[in-house]
């Protein structure tokens, strides 16, 4: 059972830039498939990122793309989320996720394993 604990979060200015982090506590880690998603108030949770297993592919929903940068290091089993140009409509709760495939999904029900979320607040 893998455990994921995500990091990084906080308030930042429209503009900035956050970088979140999600720590793995099992090994296993490096071989899986991971991604970020998102949920702000009121609304379903969204894909934002995902990366294969030995991080040479990724897929970006479109609202963030050439913004969000997902990357990996399966050495320390910690996945990241580099966020540039932070907007308003960024602001959310932000959810790393694994699934024990080596290709990626943008699909929030292809995996298994969740962290606890970290709140990203963007201001005008």
């Known amino acids: 059972q893998v455990q994921l604990v995500e990091s990084g979060g906080g308030l930042v200015q429209a503009g900035g830039s956050l970088r979140l982090s999600c720590a793995a506590s099992?090994?296993?880690?490096?071989?899986?498939?991971v991604a970020w998603f998102r949920q702000a108030t009121g609304k379903e949770r969204d894909f934002v990122a995902a990366?294969?297993?030995?991080?040479?592919?990724?897929n970006y929903a479109d609202s963030v793309k050439d913004r969000f940068t997902i990357s990996r290091d399966n050495v320390k089993g910690t996945t990241y989320l580099q966020m540039n140009s932070l907007k308003p409509d960024d602001a959310a709760v932000y959810y790393c996720?694994?699934?024990?495939?080596?290709?990626?999904?943008?699909?929030?029900?292809?995996?298994?394993?969740w962290g606890q979320g970290t709140q990203v607040t963007v201001s005008s």
């Open positions: 990366l294969t297993w030995n991080g040479r592919a990724t």
């Open positions: 996720a694994a699934r024990s495939r080596t290709y990626l999904s943008t699909s929030s029900s292809e995996y298994a394993y």
């Open positions: 099992d090994r296993t880690f490096s071989s899986y498939a």
